[in-house]
C-alpha cells in the first residue's frame, strides 16, 4: 500500500507556472512508477506525464510535451509535475497515481493500483 497526497494547485493566468508535488507513503516509492492525471467534467481521466519507477522513461502527452516536466525526488518520496506555460485548456483536476508493476511505463488508469485525491488547477485567460 501507498499513499498519496497532492499539492500545488491554484489559479493562474495563462502563461504562468505551477509545480505539483504529489508526497507518498508507505512503501518504498521506488516500487512504484508513476503518473500524473487529469480530468475535466464529463471526460475521462487522461495520462499527461509518467515516469518509469526507474525514473530512467518518461512520457508526457501531446498536449503538454514541451511544457510540462515530471521528476521523482528519492529522498523525499516525492513526485513533481512542473507546469510551464499554462493554457486555460490546462484547466483540470489533477491525480497523481502508482502502478506497482514491472519497470515501465503505464498511461492508462486501469495500470494504476493507488490514486491521490486531486487538486484543482484553474488557468484563466
Known amino acids: 500500500q501507498v499513499q498519496l497526497v497532492e499539492s500545488g494547485g491554484g489559479l493562474v493566468q495563462a502563461g504562468e507556472a505551477l509545480r505539483l508535488s504529489c508526497a507518498a507513503s508507505?512503501?518504498?516509492?521506488?516500487?512504484?512508477?508513476m503518473g500524473w492525471f487529469r480530468q475535466v467534467p464529463g471526460k475521462e481521466r487522461e495520462c499527461v506525464a509518467a515516469i518509469s519507477r526507474t525514473g530512467g522513461s518518461v512520457y508526457y502527452s501531446d498536449s503538454v510535451k514541451g511544457r510540462f516536466t515530471i521528476s521523482t525526488d528519492y529522498a523525499k518520496n516525492t513526485v513533481y509535475l512542473q507546469m510551464n506555460s499554462l493554457k486555460p485548456e490546462d484547466t483540470a483536476v489533477y491525480y497523481c497515481?502508482?502502478?506497482?508493476?514491472?519497470?515501465?511505463?503505464?498511461?492508462?488508469?486501469?495500470?494504476?493500483?493507488?490514486w491521490g485525491q486531486g487538486t484543482q488547477v484553474t488557468v484563466s485567460s
Open positions: 508507505g512503501r518504498t516509492f521506488s516500487r512504484y512508477n
Open positions: 497515481a502508482a502502478a506497482p508493476r514491472t519497470n515501465g511505463i503505464f498511461t492508462t488508469t486501469t495500470w494504476y493500483a493507488f
